[in-house]
Protein backbone atom coordinates (compact mmCIF):
# COMPACT_ATOMS: atom_id res chain seq x y z
CA UNK A 1 0.00 0.00 0.00
CA UNK A 2 0.98 3.50 -0.91
CA UNK A 3 1.89 5.89 2.27
CA UNK A 4 1.71 9.41 2.61
CA UNK A 5 5.51 9.50 1.17
CA UNK A 6 4.12 8.48 -2.38
CA UNK A 7 1.98 11.14 -2.76
CA UNK A 8 4.18 13.96 -3.84
CA UNK A 9 5.25 11.24 -6.51
CA UNK A 10 2.41 9.27 -7.06
CA UNK A 11 -0.63 12.01 -7.00
CA UNK A 12 -2.49 9.54 -4.37
CA UNK A 13 -1.65 8.12 -1.22
CA UNK A 14 -3.63 5.20 0.40
CA UNK A 15 -3.76 5.09 4.17
CA UNK A 16 -4.59 1.72 5.81
CA UNK A 17 -6.03 1.08 9.51
CA UNK A 18 -8.50 4.44 9.84
CA UNK A 19 -10.86 3.77 12.08
CA UNK A 20 -12.67 7.01 12.59
CA UNK A 21 -13.56 10.61 11.28
CA UNK A 22 -11.57 12.07 13.84
CA UNK A 23 -8.49 9.64 12.62
CA UNK A 24 -9.59 11.10 8.91
CA UNK A 25 -9.44 14.35 10.41
CA UNK A 26 -6.06 13.99 11.33
CA UNK A 27 -4.60 12.59 8.22
CA UNK A 28 -6.11 15.93 6.62
CA UNK A 29 -4.03 18.23 8.95
CA UNK A 30 -1.08 16.10 8.54
CA UNK A 31 -1.51 17.22 4.88
CA UNK A 32 -2.60 20.54 4.48
CA UNK A 33 -5.13 22.97 5.73
CA UNK A 34 -8.61 22.35 6.00
CA UNK A 35 -11.01 23.97 4.07
CA UNK A 36 -14.77 23.69 5.53
CA UNK A 37 -17.36 22.98 3.44
CA UNK A 38 -20.32 25.32 2.97
CA UNK A 39 -21.87 23.97 5.60
CA UNK A 40 -19.00 24.89 8.01
CA UNK A 41 -18.10 21.14 8.77
CA UNK A 42 -14.47 20.22 8.07
CA UNK A 43 -15.62 17.12 6.89
CA UNK A 44 -18.54 15.62 4.95
CA UNK A 45 -20.50 12.68 4.62
CA UNK A 46 -21.63 11.20 1.65
CA UNK A 47 -24.07 8.75 1.56
CA UNK A 48 -25.18 6.83 -1.80
CA UNK A 49 -28.54 8.19 -3.08
CA UNK A 50 -31.02 8.09 -6.16
CA UNK A 51 -30.01 11.76 -6.31
CA UNK A 52 -33.54 13.11 -6.18
CA UNK A 53 -33.21 15.36 -2.73
CA UNK A 54 -29.61 16.37 -3.79
CA UNK A 55 -28.54 20.24 -4.95
CA UNK A 56 -29.47 20.45 -8.85
CA UNK A 57 -26.88 20.38 -11.07
CA UNK A 58 -24.63 18.27 -8.79
CA UNK A 59 -23.47 14.64 -9.64
CA UNK A 60 -25.58 12.99 -7.37
CA UNK A 61 -28.30 15.03 -8.44
CA UNK A 62 -27.56 13.77 -12.27
CA UNK A 63 -26.08 10.25 -11.89
CA UNK A 64 -27.89 9.35 -8.37
CA UNK A 65 -26.54 5.64 -7.84
CA UNK A 66 -24.96 5.34 -11.55
CA UNK A 67 -21.33 5.35 -11.99
CA UNK A 68 -19.49 9.28 -12.24
CA UNK A 69 -17.51 10.50 -14.68
CA UNK A 70 -13.79 11.63 -14.49
CA UNK A 71 -13.49 14.82 -12.61
CA UNK A 72 -11.84 17.28 -10.78
CA UNK A 73 -13.43 17.96 -7.05
CA UNK A 74 -13.98 21.77 -6.29
CA UNK A 75 -13.64 22.76 -10.50
CA UNK A 76 -15.77 25.59 -10.14
CA UNK A 77 -13.78 27.43 -7.39
CA UNK A 78 -11.18 29.42 -8.65
CA UNK A 79 -8.45 27.71 -7.13
CA UNK A 80 -9.93 24.27 -6.86
CA UNK A 81 -8.80 21.85 -3.61
CA UNK A 82 -5.45 21.08 -4.06
CA UNK A 83 -5.57 17.76 -1.98
CA UNK A 84 -9.05 15.73 -1.32
CA UNK A 85 -9.10 13.39 1.24
CA UNK A 86 -11.54 10.55 1.76
CA UNK A 87 -11.80 7.42 4.36
CA UNK A 88 -14.72 4.87 4.68
CA UNK A 89 -14.92 2.33 7.33
CA UNK A 90 -17.16 -0.44 5.84
CA UNK A 91 -16.80 -2.58 2.99
CA UNK A 92 -17.95 -1.55 -0.65
CA UNK A 93 -17.90 -3.16 -4.23
CA UNK A 94 -18.23 0.67 -5.23
CA UNK A 95 -14.68 1.53 -6.39
CA UNK A 96 -13.00 5.01 -6.79
CA UNK A 97 -11.23 5.36 -9.95
CA UNK A 98 -8.49 7.60 -11.16
CA UNK A 99 -6.45 8.76 -13.96
CA UNK A 100 -3.36 11.06 -13.94
CA UNK A 101 -2.89 14.17 -16.64
CA UNK A 102 0.73 12.71 -17.04
CA UNK A 103 -0.89 9.73 -18.63
CA UNK A 104 -3.57 11.85 -20.12
CA UNK A 105 -0.81 14.14 -21.70
CA UNK A 106 0.89 10.99 -23.17
CA UNK A 107 -1.54 10.08 -25.34
CA UNK A 108 -3.60 13.48 -26.98
CA UNK A 109 -1.91 15.87 -29.17
CA UNK A 110 1.93 17.46 -28.09
CA UNK A 111 0.13 21.00 -27.81
CA UNK A 112 -1.57 19.85 -24.57
CA UNK A 113 -0.14 22.57 -22.74
CA UNK A 114 -0.16 25.51 -25.44
CA UNK A 115 -4.45 24.30 -26.16
CA UNK A 116 -4.90 24.12 -22.43
CA UNK A 117 -3.46 28.03 -21.95
CA UNK A 118 -5.84 29.20 -24.94
CA UNK A 119 -9.42 27.45 -23.80
CA UNK A 120 -11.72 28.98 -22.44
CA UNK A 121 -15.00 26.98 -20.70
CA UNK A 122 -17.91 28.32 -19.49
CA UNK A 123 -18.82 27.22 -15.81
CA UNK A 124 -22.01 26.79 -14.66
CA UNK A 125 -23.88 25.82 -11.18
CA UNK A 126 -26.82 26.53 -9.28
CA UNK A 127 -24.81 29.58 -7.85
CA UNK A 128 -24.02 30.90 -10.85
CA UNK A 129 -22.32 30.99 -14.27
CA UNK A 130 -17.99 32.09 -15.06
CA UNK A 131 -15.93 31.67 -17.40
CA UNK A 132 -12.58 29.77 -16.63
CA UNK A 133 -9.60 28.68 -17.72
CA UNK A 134 -8.71 24.42 -17.24
CA UNK A 135 -4.89 25.49 -16.46
CA UNK A 136 -3.77 27.28 -13.63
CA UNK A 137 -0.46 28.16 -11.22
CA UNK A 138 -0.34 28.89 -7.69
CA UNK A 139 2.67 29.16 -5.66
CA UNK A 140 4.48 27.85 -8.43
CA UNK A 141 2.60 24.75 -8.79
CA UNK A 142 1.11 23.66 -12.01
CA UNK A 143 -2.67 22.76 -12.07
CA UNK A 144 -5.58 21.54 -14.30
CA UNK A 145 -9.19 21.03 -13.77
CA UNK A 146 -12.07 19.09 -15.53
CA UNK A 147 -15.32 18.49 -14.66
CA UNK A 148 -17.54 17.92 -18.09
CA UNK A 149 -20.94 18.08 -15.35
CA UNK A 150 -20.11 21.80 -14.98
CA UNK A 151 -17.46 22.74 -17.48
CA UNK A 152 -18.49 23.79 -20.74
CA UNK A 153 -16.10 24.57 -23.83
CA UNK A 154 -16.70 28.37 -24.95
CA UNK A 155 -13.95 28.61 -27.27
CA UNK A 156 -12.82 26.18 -30.19
CA UNK A 157 -9.30 25.42 -28.47
CA UNK A 158 -11.58 24.31 -25.02
CA UNK A 159 -13.97 22.44 -27.86
CA UNK A 160 -10.46 20.50 -29.28
CA UNK A 161 -8.99 19.95 -25.51
CA UNK A 162 -12.70 18.65 -24.59
CA UNK A 163 -13.05 16.39 -27.24
CA UNK A 164 -9.20 14.78 -26.52
CA UNK A 165 -9.73 14.68 -23.11
CA UNK A 166 -12.72 12.53 -23.24
CA UNK A 167 -11.39 10.19 -25.99
CA UNK A 168 -7.92 9.69 -23.85
CA UNK A 169 -10.43 9.01 -20.67
CA UNK A 170 -12.13 6.08 -22.47
CA UNK A 171 -8.53 5.23 -23.78
CA UNK A 172 -7.03 4.62 -20.65
CA UNK A 173 -7.03 2.06 -18.31
CA UNK A 174 -7.76 3.91 -14.50
CA UNK A 175 -6.39 2.51 -11.63
CA UNK A 176 -8.99 1.25 -8.96
CA UNK A 177 -8.99 2.04 -5.41
CA UNK A 178 -11.02 -1.09 -3.65
CA UNK A 179 -12.87 -0.12 -0.30
CA UNK A 180 -12.31 -3.08 1.84
CA UNK A 181 -12.96 -1.48 5.49
CA UNK A 182 -11.35 1.60 7.63
CA UNK A 183 -9.48 3.00 4.57
CA UNK A 184 -8.30 6.11 3.91
CA UNK A 185 -7.12 7.93 0.61
CA UNK A 186 -5.76 11.65 -0.08
CA UNK A 187 -5.44 12.64 -3.97
CA UNK A 188 -3.51 15.59 -5.60
CA UNK A 189 -6.72 16.96 -7.27
CA UNK A 190 -4.25 19.29 -9.35
CA UNK A 191 -2.65 16.50 -11.11
CA UNK A 192 -5.46 13.53 -11.25
CA UNK A 193 -9.39 12.85 -12.35
CA UNK A 194 -11.41 10.59 -10.39
CA UNK A 195 -14.61 9.16 -10.53
CA UNK A 196 -16.93 6.22 -8.74
CA UNK A 197 -18.38 3.36 -9.79
CA UNK A 198 -21.76 2.07 -9.71
CA UNK A 199 -23.14 1.95 -5.92
CA UNK A 200 -25.37 -1.88 -6.30
CA UNK A 201 -27.06 -3.18 -3.12
CA UNK A 202 -25.29 -1.63 -0.55
CA UNK A 203 -25.56 1.71 1.52
CA UNK A 204 -21.90 3.36 0.52
CA UNK A 205 -21.10 5.88 3.27
CA UNK A 206 -18.06 7.97 2.73
CA UNK A 207 -16.16 10.92 4.27
CA UNK A 208 -14.71 13.60 2.25
CA UNK A 209 -12.27 16.67 3.32
CA UNK A 210 -10.46 19.50 0.93
CA UNK A 211 -7.13 20.86 1.25
CA UNK A 212 -6.13 24.00 0.30
CA UNK A 213 -3.92 24.18 -2.52
Not at 11 to 38: M, W, Y
Not at 55 to 80: C, E, K, M, Q
Not at 171 to 190: C, L, S, T, Y
Amino acid sequence: MLGLSDLEDNGVAIIDDIHSRAEVINLAKSVGVIRPHPNGEDISTLKSSDGKNSLPGTLSNIYGLSAFPFHTDTAFWGVPARYVVMGMFRKSQCTTNYISFCDIAGVISSDFRSMAEKSIYLVETFEGCKYTSPIFCRNGVLGFRFDPNVMKPANGHAKKLHGELLAAMGAIEPKKIHWNGNKAVVFDNWKNLHSRSAVKNERRELFRIYLEG
